[in-house]
């Protein structure tokens, strides 16, 4: 039964015998590894696990398991999490004009493919311009932006993140700079997807700056936001080959395929709980 | 220092207490995991791990680890081996007319990129068709065949495995179809490398062959050898974009650039251990 | 002015004067050349040529270039086309359960990416199963197929290509096999997307059977239809890397990915004049 | 006869009957286009072009055809080149400590597949560096650079492209920084190799840096030089996945590979007449 299946994610100072704790726990709890990945990072001395388990026997009682867990984790300082496989983590999408990611994630998530539910949409323009996306239900806000506003804005959207639930919070090609007190508010749970080229660029429309630089591969990156503006752990990153025939807009809609790929690789890493914080970097462990 | 690590390889029916009886093993017998991959097979029920691991307090004595190891993995009934990390393994080379390949392993070896020490190259051409290639002092034995030797450059071939200890053969663009007894002498530690196409295409010239059809992608496959022509387990693939500018010429040009990366990458992995045969496809845990 | 641009497509034997014709023609009607791709096949002495030209002083009349080419087409004996670029191309789509890459057609429709008018949808599963895309008027037309029905149901679809005078049918997924009088009515202007694997798999659930073979990359393949099933003339192709970690319903999952985007380049390429037959390969001319 | 071929290469401001010129002009010195790309750049107005003919009726003299050539050159205001197909480029090679293109190079010379002839190769290391690899009788130079040498090391270096009239200066991984005046002297007609990566970083071990951003691409890029370090235009690009399993000193070894066949395609697209300057970005005709 596919629903008894549970994921623990863990991260620590690397020393002997976690494995062998965590295995122990496991088999003396009952329960059967079903698939476990493990990284020892030996610059940073960390350590990194996840684990699927079921219960060999029968329903496993989560709060009973993760009480149970608690001297384990404390014994090696774990950070650590235990989420049942398969459940639907609640996501908010903020979005600007651009919606072929807002579209891409709405599919993927009505046939299934990311466990997902969309419990609101925030843009910064109003819903006329999304008359085409068949919402069916998810609940849109419009919350349009100036430099007078932005913080009560803001504050809407933590609001909203908090009366919604929302696990993580996706940056969906929104075109406004979060403040750093936003960026803290939603650490280590909001996914933002960019451009990204060889070299890169600052500043306003680069794709047209690419197509100056004369670059042969543009690309995309998906990250989690800190207040470093586009430098937040890398989660996912991709590329398509171009060459001189490829006018700035001819860039722009291969850079949309690319942006759309990524970041849907992205939350669906995080939400199936594959991705772990090593510093400023991440942990993905690939499926 | 990093002579006193250990790979400890292993595949075995899957059922709960793999992890922690390993674990708990290595944990008593002083070591320290460094690095650790596993994969539990749903379909197949078999379990694989490959561990890399380090005695904590000073250097491992690997005949004591594997004798104290064997009640182990009785009692699961694993196939396992345990290698020093970064011994050289032993590799014969076996080659046709074209070299790149053969080219390119060399230069993998001599600058320490591959951990192997070729032992002896073999090929159906003789010596005057290399003579560009610094050998170094690497035997070169030229065994031409014809139908009727055939038989007895095979058992030729089997004697310098032998002689020579090797532990790996590769098939470095080698030109002639082993026979199946051959073959059967070499599994699991035969690697062959051919083009790949999609759709597939069978006989001969076939870069010639996926021109005619008019692929917009070429590839090539490395694979362990068995008595079935070029459809043994596979280690690697790669592709690479054509076009229809592609001559022909093109297209073998461009496929020896993707068959010496592809075969290099699957004699990688197989010598740092990191292959496991799972019927007839392959675990291979990534580096 | 974007509108007065056009774009002459042709294709005939090779032999000397062919661009230099070609060249004066237009220099003479007062048309410069914007872009221009040319193709010589030296295996079958044909000339393949996409000219993208404009009119210098104004307004061009298509009417009259056609009738003034004709001369420099007949002596050359050309197969060609002359359209206005930017023109939508009426398209029909077929699709059956699965709906990613008719979604993701609508979608690239509706924002301008691709210059198409969707005239129908049809389908042999019925509206309830697309309820959630909206359709925004496309005319959707259920045509269930029994082995009694479906010569009917062909001929049906052979009329609504009539009556909507589409220029181009897109099997999106459609899991039906055309008769070969359908293909035969359809030649040219019909587009199939198929997975596609190194090496490749006959028969019923092939990401099952690429699965069971451990291949290391999976892919998709659009082509032209014809009577030979999955064996027309190649488009565009790509593949992604995958792992022993990938179960069946992962390569799905991915494979949905690799064909929206392999379909959508091989419409794109179609319905912008860029693609020439060649025997039963393509010339595509990138952009 | 394939000797009999020759390559235009021109470039020049946009505007009618460039075409019409160039194929009129060959068509009636009895030459016959094998091949022909061409590109207008609607954003600097200006023409690209490179044309492989041969003499329909026998063998072209070239210096004749040059001369016939020279009034329609100067109507357009054409930068242009002509020359025969197949014929080796004359190439010099500068390399450092790490060898790997070096023999990549040396290797594709020595098959056929690179057409150039390599007339020197100079290295600021000792030839006891390169002891493995068979120079087969090219001359090697050990020019060692300090500060106070560098003025004269360099003069060194453009004398030996004078004396062996080398079309041609590759940077092989050539760990010096050129002057100014180096990068002048060499200008168009020298071509670098760098890693690349998404975001770009500057300074000393960029695969260490690249490795703690926590990248998940790591690429190589090559360009022409000029005095802007590692800023020149670009020619050719290429990515390799990554992930947080591989260290700094994988990160150095996948390096190698996407270097060596970077740097390959980029000096095989120069000595084929394939590369156009434009501005300080590039037009390159794929073959």
Not at 47 to 68: K, N, Q, Y
Not at 92 to 116: N, Q, W
């Amino acid at each position: 039964m596919e629903t008894s299946a549970f994921i623990l994610k863990l991260a620590c100072p690397d020393r002997p015998g976690i494995v062998a704790a965590v295995s122990h726990f496991l088999l003396h709890a009952g329960c059967t590894i079903v698939e476990a990945q493990q990284f020892e990072d030996p610059t940073e001395k960390r350590f990194f696990m996840r684990v699927v388990f079921a219960g060999a026997g029968g329903e496993v009682e989560p709060a009973r398991l993760r009480a149970a867990f608690e001297p384990v984790a404390a014994q090696f300082a774990m950070q650590w999490s235990l989420t049942r496989q398969g459940e639907h983590k609640k996501v908010l999408i903020l979005v600007s004009k651009f919606d072929h990611c807002l579209v891409d994630l709405i599919y993927r998530a009505r046939i299934g493919e990311l466990p997902i539910d969309i419990t609101a949409v925030v843009s910064n323009h109003g819903a006329e311009n999304y008359r085409h996306i068949d919402f069916g239900g998810l609940p849109f806000h419009h919350l349009p932006v100036t430099k007078e506003t932005k913080p009560a804005q803001e504050r809407r959207i933590l609001e909203l993140v908090e009366e919604t639930g929302a696990d993580l919070v996706v940056l969906a090609r929104y075109m406004q700079v979060l403040s750093a007190e936003l960026s803290a508010g939603l650490a280590r749970r909001c996914i933002n997807i960019h451009h990204s080229f060889l070299p890169g660029f600052k500043g306003a429309k680069p794709y047209h700056q690419a197509h100056e630089r004369g670059v042969k591969l543009i690309g995309a990156t998906a990250h989690y936001v800190t207040d470093d503006l586009d430098e937040g752990p890398i989660i996912e990153q991709d590329v398509e080959r171009i060459s001189h025939y490829d006018s700035p807009e001819n860039l722009v809609r291969k850079g949309r395929d690319i942006e759309r790929r990524v970041l849907a690789r992205a939350v669906r890493y995080h939400v199936t709980d594959r991705v772990l914080l090593n510093g400023h970097r991440t942990v993905v462990f690939p499926d």
